[in-house]
């Protein structure tokens, strides 16, 4: 596994985001290029989203811990109450600044700072959710010439985050959620 990839996916999502990253994730071939999640959580409970996905899951999964670097393999998820963000030596950094859109771990966090890493090696892509959460860091991917993807917002629990993706980032491809894992499969050939 490589410690500087140049390709990596991000991923949002909020209500509704276990049930659609658990449509998702598991289709991931081993070897993919790394993941991070930042699906929403209640800020004083432990997740277990690292352990609900390892048994389901062909890569590795890990809760993100600061400082790691980022390989091949794996899905790291944010862990509670921390922005999980990314460096430009291609290494994890936790934080617990302001929540933004009422969140920490943010989407808009996440994805902004891996588009400032991986710029044109980066896909951003909005799942589920009822915030605006993500839109704006899907149109900084897309800037820094990365792909958009975005789940229709008619196959979503909640449509409110993927409807805001879409109206910030009109060029994006938005795919019925059973298509999403083909997708970024075929874009990582």
Same mark, same amino acid.
């Given at each position: 596994?490589?410690?500087?990839?140049?390709?990596?996916? %991000?991923?949002?999502? +909020?209500?509704?985001?276990?049930?659609?990253?658990?449509?998702?994730?598991?289709?991931?071939?081993? @070897?993919?290029?790394? #993941?991070?999640?930042? =699906?929403?959580?209640?800020?004083?409970? +432990?997740?277990?989203?690292? @352990?609900?996905?390892?048994?389901?899951?062909?890569?590795? %999964? %890990?809760?993100?811990? @600061?400082?790691?670097? =980022?390989?091949?393999?794996? =899905?790291?998820?944010?862990?509670?109450?921390?922005?999980? &963000? #990314?460096?430009?030596?291609?290494?994890?950094?936790? +934080?617990?600044?302001?929540?933004?859109?009422?969140?920490?771990?943010?989407?808009? %966090?996440?994805?902004?700072?891996?588009? @400032?890493?991986?710029?044109?090696?980066?896909?951003?892509?909005?799942?589920? *959710?009822?915030?605006?959460?993500?839109?704006? *860091?899907?149109?900084? #991917?897309?800037?820094?010439? *990365?792909?958009?993807?975005?789940?229709?917002?008619?196959?979503?629990?909640?449509?409110? &985050?993927?409807?805001?993706?879409?109206?910030l980032c009109p060029k994006a491809l938005v795919r019925p959620l059973d298509r999403l894992a083909a997708e970024l499969i075929t874009e990582a050939a």
């Amino acid at each position: 596994m490589s410690s500087s990839p140049r390709k990596a996916v %991000v991923i949002g999502a +909020s209500a509704g985001g276990v049930e659609a990253l658990s449509s998702l994730l598991p289709h991931l071939p081993p @070897d993919y290029c790394p #993941v991070l999640v930042v =699906i929403h959580l209640p800020p004083t409970k +432990s997740s277990v989203l690292a @352990d609900l996905f390892h048994d389901k899951c062909r890569m590795r %999964v %890990v809760e993100a811990e @600061d400082k790691a670097p =980022i390989e091949a393999g794996t =899905i790291y998820f944010a862990p509670p109450d921390y922005h999980l &963000m #990314v460096e430009t030596d291609f290494t994890v950094a936790l +934080s617990n600044e302001a929540p933004v859109w009422f969140s920490r771990p943010s989407i808009d %966090v996440l994805f902004e700072t891996a588009a @400032d890493a991986y710029g044109a090696g980066l896909t951003g892509l909005i799942l589920t *959710g009822a915030n605006e959460d993500g839109a704006a *860091g899907l149109r900084r #991917v897309m800037a820094q010439g *990365g792909r958009g993807l975005i789940q229709s917002p008619e196959t979503a629990y909640a449509r409110l &985050m993927p409807e805001t993706a879409l109206s910030l980032c009109p060029k994006a491809l938005v795919r019925p959620l059973d298509r999403l894992a083909a997708e970024l499969i075929t874009e990582a050939a």
